[in-house]
């Protein structure tokens, strides 16, 4: 059997604007701190769940409304309305110094753990808003991947059964309320790596817990779903 190194990421840890780029955001304070700026509640999760495991994390605390670190560079998601009329050079520069050596950091740690005979188990955690399109999301917790991988499909299931065990009332979803195969950094990074070396799973949080004060309790559920899977 072989052995598994986990590492958690979250892409929309923050919703910070660098100085030099304030300008585009004037009267934008509210669009900032809302969901569409950032994942309320991912970084706490992400990062104490880290912390109790003793794997790596990595936060990318830039705002996705200046730059979205989990979309392709090709995606119409990239930069949104505030940054997609900026000059090409103007965009090489926020990708070099806010996009790229973030995902660099992930990759050089998953090759590291390939390297020295892994099979990397990679989570990327975010938050989603309560309603869509004037709609309340019944999911509190989604758990994406792709289903043709099989290995990371198995860990999807293991981790639903865990955490559906830990906590029954909640409802714990697959592929919901997106699908796991959607553009993202997960579904970049596994076209860059064997299904036997690399499985990269979405934890999708609603976002009711942390305006509910809920968010302690769902993070230390998590961290018992991913200790459950470490080998």
């Not at 509640?41 to 990595?58: D, T």
């Not at 009711?208 to 309790?217: A, Q, V, Y």
Request: glycine share 6%.
């Amino acid at each position: 059997m072989s052995r598994r190194s986990l590492i958690i990421t979250c892409e929309h840890a923050g919703n910070e604007i660098p100085e030099n780029y304030k300008y585009l955001f004037k009267n934008a304070d509210d669009e900032i701190k809302s969901h569409r700026g950032w994942d309320p509640g991912a970084a706490n999760v992400a990062s104490a769940m880290g912390a109790a495991l003793g794997i790596p994390v990595f936060l990318h605390t830039t705002s996705r409304l200046l730059v979205e670190a989990n979309r392709s560079l090709k995606s119409p998601q990239l930069f949104s309305e505030y940054g997609k009329e900026l000059e090409p050079s103007v965009k090489t520069f926020i990708l070099d110094k806010y996009y790229h050596p973030y995902r660099k950091a992930v990759v050089a740690s998953v090759n590291k753990a390939i390297e020295n005979h892994f099979e990397v188990a990679h989570f990327s955690i975010h938050s989603f808003t309560p309603i869509w399109e004037g709609k309340r999301r019944t999911t509190d917790i989604g758990i994406l991947y792709d289903p043709d991988r099989k290995p990371e499909a198995k860990i999807a299931l293991q981790l639903q059964a865990k955490l559906q065990a830990l906590a029954p009332l909640l409802t714990i979803d697959l592929n919901e309320p997106y699908k796991g195969t959607d553009d993202g950094f997960t579904t970049y990074l596994r076209k860059q790596y064997p299904i036997k070396d690399y499985s990269g799973i979405e934890i999708e949080i609603n976002q009711r817990f942390h305006f509910n004060k809920e968010l302690t309790s769902i993070g230390f559920l998590l961290q018992q779903g991913l200790a459950s899977l470490k080998q």
